[in-house]
Structure formats: C-alpha cells, structure tokens
C-alpha cells in the first residue's frame, strides 16, 4: 500500500512520518519512506548519480530562480522519480513523504502554464491515499522560525516572512479545494499528538482493508 503526505511547507510531515515509521516497526509492519530528496543517494536512485556533487540546500535556492515552466519540468521530474520508487517498491507500507500536490498549487500560484502542471500531474505514478497535513501559515511561521526557503516564500531570494505568508495562505487555499474534490484524508497539525492518532487510526483501517 501507497500513501502520500504532503502539505504546505512546516506542516509537520517529516516529524509525522518518523512516528509512522516507529509505529509500524511496533506492529511488525514492513516500512519504507521514499522522497524526492532521495535523487542524492545514488544507491536509492542510481539514474540521478549525475546529480553527486550537488548540495540540497543550494538546489532548494536554484530551484526559486528557475524561470517557468523549466522550474515545473524539474519539480515534475524530481517527484515522479520518488513515485516511480514508491510504485515498485515490496514493502507492505510505503509512504512518500510528499507528493505532487504542493509544488502543483505553488506552480497555478506563480502562473505556470495550468496544461503543463495538469500534464505532468497526469504522469505521475497514482498512489493508494492521499494525506492532506493541514496547517495555518501563521503557525507553520512559527515552526519554521528563520529556517525558510525562497521557494517556500514565492520565490523572494530574501525570504521575508510577509511573503511566505501571502504565498502560503495561496498554495493552502488551492490544496484544501483539491482535498475536497478528490476526497483526500485531511489531518489537521495544530496538534501534532491528535494529528499522529489520526494518522494512525487512518492507515491501521487502510492495512486492515487490504
């Protein structure tokens, strides 16, 4: 079974998705998490070994001053290798720890080309569940603290936290409508305790349907 997790940026995915992983450890469930950052490690995904060498911080900046649509070709490659991974992978539970869904909104947001994103949306490999973690932008502010990326901010190079609000408040407005259209799980992370036996109360009935 696939599931994926995305969410705005300071949603709580990674610290949600370790949880899971302890968590189905305790059950004696086989687990494997997949990421589109996972294109550094050549022995997960040996086709991006031309990338060795490359830092993730400083892609995480690059990416910001890509122009469109070339900045939405390359997030369309990064997250359909990760989905490709988590397709043919054997583990009874396999979470991608994001998904298309927020760099598709943050692409309408900045006026890429709406066939383009849809296109490449259509490509990517389907999951089982889509996990929608949903934060307010104040609050994912707050968790952040200075640790924020220009991409995360509309592309501001400054990164100034007025703009990852005004961003943020766009891409959260898009996604809560797809969740509603494609009945997706929405968890709320304001909590994160009542978040994770959301999220673990979701997938035991998920596993126990399969």
Same mark, same amino acid.
């Given at each position: 079974m696939i599931i994926a997790l995305d969410g705005p940026d300071g949603a709580g995915k990674s610290t949600q998705l370790a949880r899971l992983a302890d968590w189905a450890?305790? $059950?004696?469930?086989?687990?494997?998490?997949?990421?589109?950052?996972?294109?550094f490690d050549e022995t997960v995904m040996?086709?991006?070994?031309?990338?060795?060498?490359?830092?993730?911080?400083?892609?995480r900046v690059c990416i910001a001053e890509m122009p469109s649509p070339a900045r939405m070709l390359f997030l369309g490659w990064m997250n359909t290798m990760a989905a490709h991974y988590a397709a043919t992978a054997k583990e009874e539970l396999v979470v991608l720890d994001g998904y298309w869904a927020k760099h598709a909104a943050a692409e309408l947001v900045?006026?890429?080309?709406?066939?383009?994103?849809?296109?490449?949306?259509?490509?990517?490999?389907?999951?089982?569940?889509?996990?929608?973690?949903?934060?307010?932008?104040?609050? #994912? $502010?707050?968790?952040?603290?200075?640790? $924020?990326?220009?991409?995360?901010?509309?592309?501001?190079?400054?990164?100034?936290?007025?703009?990852?609000?005004?961003?943020?408040? #766009?891409?959260?407005?898009?996604? $809560?409508?797809?969740?509603?259209?494609?009945?997706?799980?929405?968890i709320r992370t304001d909590s994160p305790g009542s978040a994770q036996q959301e999220l673990k109360t979701l997938v035991a009935d998920l596993l126990a349907d399969r």
């Open positions: 450890g305790e $059950l004696g469930v086989s687990f494997r998490t997949v990421t589109k950052w996972q294109l040996p086709e991006a070994r031309f990338l060795r060498g490359s830092r993730q911080e400083e892609i900045a006026g890429t080309h709406r066939p383009l994103v849809e296109a490449i949306v259509e490509a990517i490999a389907p999951v089982d569940r889509i996990v929608y973690f949903d934060v307010t932008p104040e609050e #994912a $502010l707050r968790r952040k603290g200075s640790d $924020l990326a220009p991409y995360e901010c509309g592309r501001d190079l400054e990164c100034r936290p007025e703009n990852f609000l005004r961003h943020q408040s #766009a891409v959260r407005e898009i996604l $809560l409508g797809w969740a509603r259209e494609h009945d997706w799980n929405v």
